[in-house]
């Protein structure tokens, strides 16, 4: 009997060290992540935005009008044909800055070898009313084209992407009260598949008031341009 009740005392022991080292609950960043301009937040672990401007492209036979997040050169260009210069926006990218399991932290080693940015559309109800004015739906974004079957060059674009981590189960162990990656999924997951957040700074919480210098801005450069376009 002692050494029944010996060897329910050890099997106990073990299956809780077993349990301790596998993920019972689900990633959770430290704090939300939003993009506070757009209004848009994200319902994982990171968000990125995506702005593109229509621009003018060389191209064998001529110009092609493409979608660009970078401003492209236009000053050896024949004329009419010449780009607006840089986006009055930028792209971004925000990330937590510490995520946990079961209050334990996840090693940032998993979140740049196993997690996936994915396309989503937000809701845009939070969309604030300067914004508003300057973009409409379009897609699984935002674009400021007042036709966006026909967007003119210096038009923008606007996408969203998620951080997204697949299931964890089996994949990372409980080690020195960090949440790592086990050998075999360090050997099997590419290096830098998502990002490292140690080389990506999140981008620190702003009142929303602070961004309105720089949307009426943009919202000004938009309506001269539209003016410029209808004479």
Same mark, same amino acid.
């Given at each position: ?24 609950? *689900? ?41 660009? =997040? ?7 260009? *024949? ?30 080693? =998993? ?108 919202? *000004? ?11």
């Amino acid at each position: 009997m002692r050494q029944a009740a010996w060897l329910a005392a050890l099997l106990a022991i073990a299956g809780s060290t077993f349990a301790q080292d596998e993920p019972a609950g *689900a990633p959770q960043p430290d704090r939300t992540v939003r993009d506070l301009e757009f209004g848009v937040v994200a319902r994982h672990v990171g968000l990125e935005r995506r702005v593109e401007m229509l621009q003018w492209q060389a191209v064998p036979n001529g110009y092609a009008k493409v979608w660009s =997040v970078q401003p492209i050169d236009s000053s050896g260009f *024949a004329y009419g044909h010449e780009n607006p210069g840089a986006l009055p926006l930028r792209s971004r990218r925000w990330l937590a800055q510490t995520i946990s399991i079961d209050d334990e932290p996840l090693d940032a080693e =998993v979140v740049a070898r196993l997690g996936e940015w994915r396309d989503f559309r937000p809701g845009f109800s939070g969309l604030p009313g300067n914004l508003a004015a300057t973009f409409q739906p379009e897609g699984d974004g935002l674009g400021s084209a007042e036709n966006p079957l026909d967007p003119q060059i210096g038009d923008l674009r606007i996408r969203w992407r998620e951080l997204v981590l697949p299931p964890l189960q089996g994949r990372i162990t409980l080690q020195g009260g960090r949440w790592r990656l086990l050998a075999e999924q360090r050997a099997a997951a590419p290096d830098g598949k998502a990002v490292d957040p140690a080389h990506v700074p999140s981008e620190p919480h702003r009142a929303p008031w602070l961004f309105g210098g720089a949307m009426v801005v943009l919202i *000004a450069a938009f309506a001269a341009r539209r003016r410029r376009r209808n004479r």
